[in-house]
T-cell receptor, first 115, second 114 residues
Framework: GAVVSQHPSWVICKSGTSVKIECRSL??????MFWYRQFPKQSLMLMAT?????????EQGVEKDKFLINHASLTLSTLTVTSAHPEDSSFYIC???????????FGSGTRLTVV | KQEVTQIPAALSVPEGENLVLNCSFT??????LQWFRQDPGKGLTSLLL?????REQTSGRLNASLDKSSGRSTLYIAASQPGDSATYLC?????????????FGKGTTLSVSS
């Protein structure tokens, strides 16, 4: 079946540093990728939508200068958390539309802890 | 604004029991609805997807129904097993367009004891 590979699965970083999270669609082309954030016992909240070759669309309240999204190819999207702070500690997960038009495939998620 | 609610938030049952998880959404104008399973600290596994024109979908011991007009979906799990323990998420897609993201409920955390 369709696979979206997300790396790293977990990362611990110091406050003030930047962290990059990668998502790759392994056997299909993902023209659109979605980035979600999930706090403990909460739902997945959409952060941004990225389209290959164009700027990402951010949800209200999400700082685009802090959460940099790049979708340079049909199989790779990256999320960079810049100048991370402890409140950015969360579970980040990506999703690609496909391989059919109907469903979505999710990555395995990244647990970010900022100390 | 579309909101998705899942009841109950948590459920504990003994092995072998049949159970129903509920999902409701406020705007009935959806394109499809999808049920996912999430294990602790892991990503999402798609279980069933129901298009807006469909009433139900089945996969093994799982059956999902959709009543779009009333804004409700149920996930029925037959003969539950300890391996079914996980959080089950319901998500709706509002439109067919490629840039449409899923809107999730908070999930139901299921615990099946042996």
């Amino acid at each position: 079946g369709a696979v979206v590979s997300q790396h790293p699965s977990w990362v611990i970083c110091k406050s003030g540093t930047s962290v990059k999270i990668e998502c790759r669609s392994l056997d299909f082309q993902a023209t659109t990728m979605f980035w979600y954030r999930q706090f403990p016992k909460q739902s997945l909240m959409l952060m941004a939508t990225s389209n290959e070759g164009s700027k990402a669309t951010y949800e209200q309240g999400v700082e685009k200068d802090k959460f940099l999204i790049n979708h340079a190819s049909l199989t790779l999207s990256t999320l960079t958390v810049t100048s991370a702070h402890p409140e950015d500690s969360s579970f980040y997960i990506c999703s690609a539309r496909g391989p059919s038009n109907y469903g979505y495939t999710f990555g395995s998620g990244t647990r970010l802890t900022v100390v | 604004k579309q909101e998705v609610t899942q009841i109950p938030a948590a459920l504990s049952v003994p092995e072998g029991e049949n159970l129903v998880l509920n999902c409701s959404f406020t705007d009935s104008a959806i394109y499809n609805l999808q049920w996912f399973r999430q294990d602790p600290g892991k990503g999402l596994t798609s279980l069933l997807l129901i298009q807006s024109s469909q009433r139900e979908q089945t996969s093994g011991r799982l059956n999902a129904s959709l009543d779009k007009s009333s804004g409700r979906s149920t996930l029925y799990i037959a003969a539950s097993q300890p391996g079914d323990s996980a959080t089950y998420l319901c998500a709706v897609r509002r439109r067919e367009q490629a840039g449409t993201a899923l809107i999730f409920g908070k999930g139901t955390t299921l615990s099946v004891s042996s």
